[in-house]
């Protein structure tokens, strides 16, 4: 609560603007923002996650944040702090976006067996002029990705197991292998979502 002028329905108002880079929804129905605290000052403290820890676009998207909410009238200073816990799941998403983008499920639409499956990346990339990076599916719909994405999508050439890419990562990012499992399974998810891998 605020005993300015500022209100937090402001705050959450002008963060429904900010969307991810990654998928395309907004920073509060995807569940990064955890609290808004307003002093009456009209300072703003902002406590937000991201989906993965080793995304780079985390400041990008907190100069998003900063930019979009700055914006406010009467605004003061506006600060993010990025925390880690509770780590993010697709479950903080809010549920009829989740729904919508197809994670409503409670298991993924094709079942993975993580020893046998091996992800075999499908679409075509290509880089925008503006620098966006997009991977167009066969049916050409575009989505909008990272150099992470882009990375992860290449390395999906049909000869590594869900296994032997979590393990990969997990090496080359220097984290727990359980929690880079947990992310290569949410991002084979995403990228079946887009009919950017083929089903087994």
């Known amino acids: 609560m605020s005993t300015g002028n500022v209100t937090s329905e402001q705050v959450y108002s002008a963060l429904r603007k900010c969307m991810d880079p990654e998928i395309p929804v907004n920073v509060v129905d995807l569940g990064l923002i955890y609290d808004v605290k307003i002093n009456p000052k009209d300072n703003v403290d902002i406590k937000m996650t991201m989906t993965t820890r080793g995304c780079p676009l985390h400041d990008t998207l907190v100069s998003d944040v900063k930019r ?8 003061g200073n506006v600060n993010v702090e990025i925390v880690w816990n509770p780590p993010w799941s697709i479950d903080k ?3 009829t976006v989740r729904e919508k ?4 499920k409670p298991k993924l639409r094709f079942q993975i067996d993580y020893e046998k ?15 966006s990076l997009i991977i167009m599916n066969e049916k050409h719909r575009g989505f909008m990705v990272n150099d992470a994405i882009v990375n992860f999508w290449k390395t999906c050439d049909g000869t590594k197991t869900v296994n032997e890419l979590a393990d990969q990562f997990s090496a080359k990012l ?3 292998r359980q929690q880079i499992e947990q992310e290569v399974v949410q991002l084979i998810q995403q990228l079946f979502e887009a009919e950017l891998l083929k089903p087994d």
């Open 174 to 176: 220097g984290m727990p």
């Open 93 to 95: 998403m809010e549920p």
């Open 68 to 75: 979009y909410v700055s914006k406010i009238n009467g605004i």
């Open 117 to 131: 499956y091996k992800p075999m990346k499908i679409g075509e990339f290509s880089k925008q002029d503006d620098g």
């Open 101 to 104: 983008m197809g994670f409503g």
